[in-house]
C-alpha cells in the first residue's frame, strides 16, 4: 500500500458489546469520501501483510459528506496495534484518518460472562502523530486487574478470573523476565461478589530481597491450580488504552536501598517495578 495522503475524519462510539461506529467526514476543501470506499483496518507492523493482517469494512452514507462504518464485535481481530486508512475505488493511495469524537462510555467496567473462552476488547485512541488506531486484546483465559491497594510493605489486589476456574493450589506468581530463578508465589483467594472474583496480596519483601542492581520490571501471574499454566494479569475492560504513564501509585522502600511501585505497561499489564534508592529512605 502506497503511503496515505488526504485526511478524513472519524468520530466513533461505541456499545456495551464492543461494537464500534465510525461517522467518517472530510474537512474542507479535500473532498468527501465516496460512498463505494472502505475503511481499512491494518495491523500494525510485519503482521500487517500476513493472512488476517486487514480487515476491510464496507461504508454507507449517513448524511451529506458523511459515511458510516460499523464494526461488529464480532469481527475477528488479532491482538495488536491497528492502523486506520480509507480506500477509495481506481486510486493507488489510501488516506489517513484522524481522530475525532470518541464516545467509549460503553465499554467503562464492562463484565463479559466468565465461562467464555476468550475475552476480547478493541479501544479507538489518537496515535503520538495524530491518527486514529485501534488498540485490541485477545486473551484466552484472562484475568482483569480490579482495585490495586498499596500500602506500606505490599499491594493488594482484586479481580475476576475469566474463561477458567479457580482450583486448588491456586497462587499468584511475581516473575522477573529473563531469570527464571526469580520468581515468588503468594496465594490467591477467592473474593465475593462476581463468579470468578479473586483477590491476593503481594508483599515487596521477597522481590525486593534479591539483588536490584538496576530497574527491574516484574511481571505478575495468576495459576488457577497447580500445575496450570499462568495467566497474564492486566486490565483491558474499559476505555484505557495505555495505562502505563496515567496509572500512577505510590512507591514504597520495602528494604533499605530498593524503592518498589505497582505499574502497569503500555499495554495494560500489570506488574511491581522494582530500582535502586537511597540506602536511608
Known amino acids: 500500500m502506497t503511503p496515505a495522503i488526504a485526511t478524513v475524519r472519524a468520530d466513533c462510539v461505541a456499545d456495551p458489546a464492543g461494537t464500534l461506529t465510525f461517522e467518517l467526514t472530510a474537512p474542507t476543501p479535500s473532498p468527501a469520501p ?31 459528506g458523511r459515511l458510516r462504518g460499523v464494526l461488529p464485535a464480532s469481527t475477528e481481530l488479532s491482538e495488536g496495534r491497528w492502523d486506520a486508512y480509507v480506500e477509495e475505488p481506481g486510486s493507488e493511495t489510501a488516506r489517513t484518518v484522524e481522530p475525532g469524537l470518541r464516545d467509549l ?28 488506531a485501534l488498540r485490541c486484546w485477545v486473551r ?38 529473563g531469570d527464571q530463578d526469580r520468581a515468588h508465589r503468594f496465594p490467591l483467594t477467592p473474593a465475593g461478589g462476581a463468579p470468578g472474583a479473586f483477590a491476593f496480596t503481594l508483599p515487596y519483601g521477597p522481590p525486593a530481597g534479591g539483588p536490584v542492581d538496576g530497574a527491574q520490571l516484574w511481571q505478575l501471574w495468576l495459576v488457577p491450580a497447580s500445575g496450570a499454566p499462568g495467566v497474564r494479569i492486566s486490565r483491558i ?45
Open 237 to 281: 475492560l474499559d476505555d484505557v488504552w495505555s495505562r502505563g504513564k496515567s496509572f500512577v501509585y505510590p512507591t514504597r522502600a520495602p528494604v533499605p536501598g530498593v524503592l518498589a511501585t505497582p505499574c502497569y505497561t503500555a499495554d495494560n499489564d500489570l506488574c511491581l517495578r522494582l530500582e535502586p534508592g537511597p540506602a536511608d529512605r
Open 105 to 132: 462510555r460503553a465499554l467503562v467496567d464492562r463484565s463479559p460472562d466468565t465461562g467464555a473462552a476468550s475475552v476480547s476488547a478493541r479501544v479507538p485512541y489518537p496515535t503520538t502523530d495524530g491518527r486514529l
Open 34 to 64: 465516496t460512498p463505494a470506499s472502505v475503511l481499512l483496518l491494518r495491523r500494525r507492523g510485519a503482521a500487517g501483510g500476513r493472512p488476517g493482517g486487514t480487515v476491510r469494512i464496507p461504508l454507507s452514507g449517513s448524511g451529506p
Open 140 to 177: 484466552a483465559p484472562h484475568a482483569e486487574a480490579g482495585a490495586v491497594v498499596v500500602g506500606p510493605a505490599g499491594m493488594t489486589v482484586e479481580g475476576v478470573l475469566y474463561g477458567v476456574t479457580v482450583g486448588e493450589g491456586a497462587a499468584v506468581e511475581a516473575r522477573l523476565p
